[in-house]
Structure formats: C-alpha cells, structure tokens
C-alpha cells in the first residue's frame, strides 16, 4: 500500500511538471506573449505633428482659433511634440480671486482616449462666472496614471496672441501647455495651478 502511495504521488508531480513546461512554453511561443494589463496605459513615444495639434484645435475651437497657429508654433519650439493632448470645457467663478473647475479627454495614439477632470485657482478675473474651452498638450507623459496629479506654474511661460493665451505647468518631467481662447486666454495665464484627477472632485488642493 505504501509503495502504491509513492508511485501515485511521484505520477502526480511528474504530471503537474510536464504541465507547468507545456504552459511555460505557449507563453513563451511568437505571437502568444502575454503582455501585463498596465501596458494598456502607457503612452509610449508616439507623438503628434505641429500640423495634427493645430487641425485639432481649429476643429475643436472653431472661427475663434485666429492665433491658435501661433501659439501652438510657440509651444512646439520650446518643447518639441507632445505625446498627448486634451480637449475639454471648463467654468470658472471669481471675485478677484476664484476657482475653475473643467473636464475633457486625453488624447494618445498607444494608450487611447480616457477621461481627464482640473481644478485650479483664478487670480485677477472678473466678478462673475464664465464657461470656456481648453486644450493642453502634454509632453513626456509615460503612461496614463501619471497624468492625475498637481502640476504647478511656470514663472515668465504666459504668452497671448490673437486672443489665445498659453501658459506652461509641470511636475517632474512631465509638461502640460494649457491653451484658452477668448476670455479663457486670460484665465489661462493667471492660473498658478491645475489639479488633474481621474475622478471628479471639487477639491482643488
């Protein structure tokens, strides 16, 4: 009886040997790789073209985007391609000071399309409220999580033409371009601060 034990127990772990090897090798078969769930995240290195940024953006600001060319150029310039971009809407209230909260899209070509919200605070506005469209190029983006943080103001990077603004955030290596048109090109060059989140919140610190 003992020896009936070993020999199933020694069948039983050959077995279970030749399976680990057989699924090791599908694995590892050309074609069959499986790649982990988070590369589905990752922007990778393609980047947008000056003209597909600026196509964007005449198409998503309209009539309005006079200077949108010039701007971009700009921002082209100091920081070369993007390997993102968001399109989006955002309302702001102010009494000297105040607050703008928006929402949009991230736009990459190796990780898709995903849902972006900010908040910020809004120096030197109007008393009242206002509604405005944005598009913000990103630049060194890694993969899609590292988006969702604060990215803070860069001193002398304001710049207005033509009735579009574009100011310049950052956090480590990541560069965010917000760019406003309109009303929106003053909002956008007094804003210290954005803090984008996967989740809407009206918290904006």
């Given at each position: 009886m003992e020896e009936t034990m070993r020999a199933l127990s020694k069948a039983l772990r050959t077995a279970a040997l030749v399976?680990?090897?057989?699924?090791?090798?599908?694995?590892?078969?050309?074609?069959?790789?499986?790649?982990?769930a988070s590369a589905q995240s990752r922007t990778?290195?393609?980047q947008y073209s000056m003209q597909e940024i600026i196509d964007a953006?005449?198409?998503?600001?309209?009539?309005?985007?006079?200077?949108?060319?010039?701007?971009?150029?700009r921002a082209f310039q100091q920081y070369g391609l993007p390997n993102g971009y968001i399109l989006g809407q955002e309302g702001s209230g102010a009494f000297v000071a105040?607050?703008?909260?928006?929402?949009?899209?991230?736009y990459t070509k190796n990780a898709g399309?995903?849902?972006?919200?900010?908040?910020?605070?809004?120096?030197?506005?109007?008393?009242?409220g206002q509604g405005s469209r944005a598009m913000m190029l990103v630049y060194n983006l890694p993969s899609v999580?590292?988006?969702?943080?604060?990215?803070?103001?860069?001193?002398?990077?304001?710049?207005?033409?033509?009735?579009?603004?574009m100011t310049v955030l950052t956090d480590d290596n990541i560069v965010v371009v917000p760019i406003r048109t309109g009303i929106?090109?003053?909002?956008?060059?007094?804003v210290g601060y954005l803090k984008l989140t996967q989740q809407p919140t009206w918290n904006p610190f």
């Open positions: 399976t680990a090897l057989a699924f090791g090798a599908t694995l590892a078969a050309p074609g069959l790789t499986l790649a982990p990778g290195g393609a953006g005449h198409g998503f600001f309209g009539s309005t985007s006079g200077g949108l060319a010039k701007v971009v150029e105040g607050l703008t909260y928006g929402e949009g899209q991230l399309q995903h849902d972006v919200y900010w908040q910020g605070p809004s120096l030197g506005l109007d008393v009242g999580p590292a988006l969702y943080k604060r990215f803070g103001g860069v001193n002398g990077s304001a710049y207005v033409v033509a009735g579009v603004g929106g090109a003053r909002l956008g060059v007094s």
